[in-house]
């Protein structure tokens, strides 16, 4: 199966709002509602910051947000810190090999200027 | 409080079987919905899922894959064992396991510190 396409990097200033987009077809992101959001500090493991499109677990900032439209889903930080600079990974639930898996986005790296 | 740990050799040889455990606590892969999964990530590169199994013995692949990989599971113990055969050095990345949960929407909720696997001659 192919990975969900992200792009390679996004920048913004402090305080500013950047948009990821994670775009896949409609046996994954377009048909289910199971497209989570990561984020991936250097050497640590991946950390859940949206699932379900929308929601956000507990103690996560509300500064992360998430949306789908289509094919396409989209994760939103608001009020751009310093501390959000990260690697980024989207992931859906698949069914584009006709079996149950999931996908992962390509990733895409926020860097605050 | 969830936790996971992978565990395995740090380097193995091209042709050889690598075998991964994660062991976890805090949830039990006898309640329904409950899931582990695999998901390993090549230096440098993109997130890529590998298997998954579920509370009522269920197994998942990624396609690509298929033919090499092996995910079981000791309730008992809290573990879940992922093999895979044919080491190339193409497999060389850290190796996650999550998990993945009905209750969290299918979202990969918990993850382990991730093992680094070199294979190499």
């Known amino acids: 199966q192919s990975a969900l396409t992200q792009p390679a990097s996004v920048s913004g200033s402090p305080g500013q709002s950047i948009t990821i987009s994670c775009t896949g077809t409609?046996?994954?992101?377009?048909?289910?509602?199971?497209v989570s959001w990561y984020q991936q500090d250097p050497g640590k493991a991946p950390q859940l910051v949206i699932y379900?499109?929308?929601n956000r677990p507990s103690g996560i900032s509300n500064r992360f947000s998430g949306s789908k439209s289509g094919n396409t889903a989209s994760l939103t930080i608001s009020g751009l810190q310093a501390e959000d600079e990260a690697d980024y990974y989207c992931?859906?639930?698949?069914?584009?090999?006709?079996?149950?898996?999931?996908?992962f986005g390509t990733g895409t790296k926020v860097t605050v200027l | 409080q969830v936790t996971l740990r992978e565990s395995g050799p740090a380097l193995v040889k091209p042709t050889q079987t690598l075998t991964l455990t994660c062991t976890f606590s805090?949830?039990?892969?006898?309640?329904?919905?409950?899931?582990v999964s695999w998901i390993r990530q090549p230096p440098g590169k993109a997130l890529e899922w590998l298997a998954l199994?579920?509370?009522?013995?269920?197994?998942y692949y990624n396609k690509s894959l298929k033919t090499r990989l092996t995910i079981s599971k000791d309730t008992s113990k809290n573990q879940v064992v992922l093999t895979l055969a044919n080491m190339d050095p193409v497999d060389t990345a850290t190796y996650y396991c999550?998990?993945?949960?009905?209750?969290?929407?299918?979202?990969?909720?918990?993850w382990g510190q991730g093992t680094l696997v070199t294979v190499s001659s």
């Open positions: 999550a998990r993945i949960s009905r209750g969290g929407a299918w979202s990969f909720d918990s």
């Open positions: 992931s859906s639930y698949s069914t584009s090999t006709l079996i149950h898996s999931y996908v």
């Open positions: 409609s046996s994954d992101v377009g048909g289910y509602n199971y």
């Open positions: 199994i579920a509370w009522d013995d269920d197994e």
């Open positions: 805090g949830f039990s892969l006898s309640t329904s919905g409950m899931c």
């Open positions: 379900e499109v929308s």
